[in-house]
Nanobody
Framework: QVLLVESGGGLVQPGGSLRLSCAAS????????MNWVRQAPGKGLEWLSD????????DYADSVKGRFTISRDNAKSTLYLQMNNLRPGDTAMYYC??????????????WGKGTLVTVSS
């Protein structure tokens, strides 16, 4: 079955960096676009970024543009999110999610359980 497992979260000081990973299995990773989504405490889901199946096209929410970078390694079936210049407002549970197709157009159909990022001094 489809399995997405996030890792790399933790406690970081404001201005610091983290790299999240999402290990995928149970499907042909290179055939699907992928997303990162987060949920801050007491708030709704916020889409952050997506990447098409080949990794050639990416998109970002304004809230993270210029600070976060999405990437993927199809040989390793792994999705990444490099997060720089982290702010307290970035504190959230971070999820990776699979798109229904090779391009991010039809919605997300599988989610990981998330990894917690806490930005605090």
């Amino acid at each position: 079955q489809v399995l997405l497992v996030e890792s790399g979260g933790g406690l970081v000081q404001p201005g610091g960096s983290l790299r999240l990973s999402c290990a995928a299995s149970g499907f042909t990773f290179s055939s699907y676009a992928m997303n990162w989504v987060r949920q801050a405490p007491g708030k709704g889901l916020e889409w952050l970024s997506d990447i098409n199946s080949s990794g050639g096209t990416t998109d970002y929410a304004d809230s993270v543009k210029g600070r976060f970078t999405i990437s993927r390694d199809n040989a390793k079936s792994t999705l990444y999110l490099q997060m720089n210049n982290l702010r307290p407002g970035d504190t959230a549970m971070y999820y990776c999610a699979r798109e229904r197709s090779e391009i991010p157009l039809y919605g997300m159909d599988h989610w990981g359980k998330g990894t917690l990022v806490t930005v605090s001094s």
